[in-house]
């Protein structure tokens, strides 16, 4: 009897799951994600884009994996004594009702040890995973 009521049951909550998750993800978008051309395999560029949080909660930014490089990192960069410094941190704030904007001298993802060249023009898919919002897939475009 126990299992005629939790089966139907256990279905209709990972049905909800999969629902709140689709609408998490579309309440976050990116747009111009974007890197510079590189002429050469084996070094590290910066990956900057822009993410809308229509949400009324904040998110955070976990992971971004990309086919062209080994790793990725979440950076900011520290205006402490003396010049700046790109800082590895754990995850990127995504404030709620907002926009985050990724570029070089604020939060950021390094790219690390790319696996191919660039050259402008080209794109590439890459998949960005938020804490609530889940994983992403976006295209990037390579720039001059």
């Given at each position: 009897?126990?299992?005629?009521i939790?089966?139907?049951?256990f ?5 909800f ?8 993800s579309?309440s ?8 510079p051309?590189?002429?050469k ?20 930014l976990?992971?971004?994996?990309c086919?062209?490089a080994n ?6 960069v520290?205006?402490?004594e ?7 941190i754990?995850n990127i704030?995504v404030?709620a ?9 604020g939060?950021h ?11 402008p ?6 998949a960005?995973v938020f804490q ?6 976006t295209e990037v475009?390579?720039?001059?």
């Open positions: 009897m126990t299992t005629t939790a089966l139907p049951l279905c209709l909550i990972s049905a799951g999969i629902v709140h998750d689709a609408a998490a579309e976050l978008q990116i747009v111009d994600a974007h890197v051309a590189v002429d395999e084996g070094g590290d560029l910066p990956l900057t884009m822009t993410i809308r949080n229509e949400a009324d909660s904040a998110d955070a976990l992971r971004v994996r086919p062209v790793f990725s990192e979440r950076h900011t520290d205006r402490g003396g010049a700046p410094a790109m800082r590895s754990p704030p404030p009702k907002g926009t985050l904007e990724l570029k070089r001298d939060y993802v390094m790219l690390l040890q790319l696996r191919q060249a660039l050259a023009g080209e794109s590439f898919k890459c960005i609530k919002a889940g994983t992403i897939e475009m390579v720039q001059k």
